[in-house]
Nanobody, 126 residues
Framework: QVQLVESGGGLVQAGGSLRLSCVCSRRTASIYYMAWFRQAPGKEREFVAVTGWRGVTTYYSDSVKGRFTISGDNAKNTMWLQMNTLKSEDTAVYYC???????????????????WGQGTQVTVSS
């Protein structure tokens, strides 16, 4: 079983930056993709960004493209999300997710992922 632990959330003013981290409990060759999702109060969970665990593929939602950067270090079992130029609409609980095996639908779908972290709160004040 893979456990994911997020950290780095907090309160920041609009225009500021935060860096989220996600650590996997153990290295596994079966993990191919790592992603970030977020869920704001009263809203559905939404895709933020995904990276291939070997760093080949990255993809962002339109709402964060150009402001957020996803990266990962397989050797350290760690993934990051650098968030710049934060907006109040970025306020949400951010979740780390890991996918093992082949893609069955879409990497932007939460149902595609096999393991989830507990989430870290990001609050952006305007």
């Amino acid at each position: 079983q893979v456990q994911l632990v997020e950290s780095g959330g907090g309160l920041v003013q609009a225009g500021g930056s935060l860096r989220l981290s996600c650590v996997c409990s153990r290295r596994t060759a079966s993990i191919y993709y790592m992603a970030w999702f977020r869920q704001a109060p009263g809203k559905e969970r939404e895709f933020v960004a995904v990276t291939g665990w070997r760093g080949v593929t990255t993809y962002y939602s339109d709402s964060v493209k150009g402001r957020f950067t996803i990266s990962g270090d397989n050797a350290k079992n760690t993934m990051w999300l650098q968030m710049n130029t934060l907006k109040s609409e970025d306020t949400a609980v951010y979740y780390c997710a890991a996918k093992a095996g082949r893609i069955t639908s879409s990497l932007t779908a939460g149902s595609e992922y096999d393991f989830w972290g507990q989430g870290t709160q990001v609050t952006v004040s305007s």
